[in-house]
Structures are given as C-alpha cells and as structure tokens.
C-alpha cells in the first residue's frame, strides 16, 4: 500500500508546558502514514521575550521536516531582522535562506 497504513494508527502522544509567560499544549497522531512525518518544535525561553513554536509538515519529506523542527529556530535567531526585532522578517529570511 506504499506510504499509507489499511487502518491508521490513533494513538496520540500529547503534553504540556509552561515558563513564566504562558502555557501551551502538544498532541501528535500518525495517522494513515506509515510514519510521522510532521513534527513539532517548543522553545520556550529562547530569550526574554521570545517563544519559538512550530509544527514542520512532511511533505517536502520527513527528513527536512525534522531538520527545521530541529534548526530553523537557530537560523531565525542569527538575523539581523531578529535583533532588530522583526521577527517576522528573520523567519521569512531563515526559509528562503535555506532555498538558495
């Protein structure tokens, strides 16, 4: 049946976390695939005033979804944008950064 499952797999794999700013839930489930391909980071504290949070979805494939989940806050956080405080600028920079 390639990347699919005859019946998805349900489990759900959930938590939850806080510091002092805010609260925030998770929850994952596989699905009909027949592996998770869409995870999630949580950066709580990446500095005093900023949380970093993302689901990365799969289907550029797992392995670069992984590998934002796992570095993409890093790159957002080297901009000049970020330091100036343009957060939304220094994400659109870390993704296009990493398409050239």
């Known amino acids: 049946m390639g990347a699919y499952l005859s019946t998805p797999k349900a489990e759900k794999f959930s938590g939850d976390r806080e510091n002092y700013r805010f609260r925030f839930g998770q929850s994952s489930m596989e699905g009909w695939r027949a592996s998770m391909e869409d995870p999630h980071a949580a950066y709580p504290d990446v500095d005093s005033t900023t949380s970093f949070v ?47």
Request: aromatic share 14%.
């Open 54 to 100: 993302g689901v990365y979805d799969g289907h550029g494939g797992k392995v670069v979804a992984k590998f934002c989940a796992k570095f993409l806050h890093q790159q957002v956080l080297k901009g000049y944008d970020y330091a100036a405080g343009d957060i939304g600028t220094s994400v659109q920079k870390a993704f296009s950064g990493w398409m050239k």
